[in-house]
């Protein structure tokens, strides 16, 4: 079995996914990608690959190889879908409050958006890195229903999967081909975020400045 071999924490999950594979079958492939959603680090991109490797050299089938990825997408999408649920509008606005500029509102606008849009929210966020995980988390927050979420999820990571299923499968030694892409694609996904993040924090402590040099204005005004 073909692993990358530079000797990273990336290689030992790599390994460890093919071990899984070939211990009890498709049935591996879907528990290590169950656990790529609940654990993000753990690279879908390198292990669906790995399971059309597998499933090339005949050891499963690739209809078992999609349905494993497919279901183990399903069930790990679930575990985060009902820590939502726990977690709720109430317990996030609370803890909202909390943190250092962040408005408990700020939940309110967020699930307000996901009510319209939630259903095309998880459809294609199970397609972009990292938020594919995450995305299931604010559907429980808002009690998305669970038929219409596990049909979502199913679709979306049922597209997912079966580009780099296929793409191990077609490719057999050569998938890291595929990876390449995924990782330039993952860039692009943590530099939005990273630019998001930093024009939060920018607007909200020029907005925080701002409010304290008025009240400052007013005081003195009233002095």
Do not use: C
Not at 24 to 34: D, E, M, S, T, V
Not at 173 to 185: C, F, G, I, P, R
């Amino acid at each position: 079995m073909a692993t990358a071999n530079d000797g990273s924490w990336l290689t030992a999950l790599v390994d460890w996914s093919v071990s899984l594979m070939e211990v009890i079958g498709p049935a591996g492939a879907g528990l290590a990608i169950a656990l790529e959603n609940v654990f993000p680090p753990l690279p879908s991109e390198v292990i669906l690959p790995m399971a059309g490797l597998t499933a090339s050299r005949g050891t499963f089938t690739l209809f078992e190889a999609l349905f494993w990825t497919t279901l183990g997408s399903i069930v790990g999408a679930f575990a985060l879908y009902g820590l939502g649920r726990w977690l709720g509008v109430d317990r996030l606005r609370r803890a909202a409050g909390r943190i250092p500029l962040v408005h408990p509102e700020d939940i309110d606008r967020t699930v307000a958006w996901f009510d319209r849009h939630g259903g095309k929210a998880v459809f294609f966020g199970r397609m972009v890195p990292l938020f594919r995980s995450l995305i299931s988390i604010p559907a429980g927050v808002t009690r998305m229903p669970v038929w219409k979420f596990g049909v979502l999820t199913a679709s979306g990571s049922l597209i997912w999967n079966s580009i780099f299923v296929l793409a191990g499968f077609f490719l057999g030694e050569q998938w890291h081909v595929v990876e390449t892409y995924a990782d330039v694609l993952q860039y692009i996904v943590i530099a939005a975020v990273g630019l998001g993040i930093a024009w939060f924090v920018w607007a909200r402590t020029r907005a925080l400045l701002r409010h304290r040099q008025d009240a400052s204005t007013a005081t003195g005004e009233q002095g």
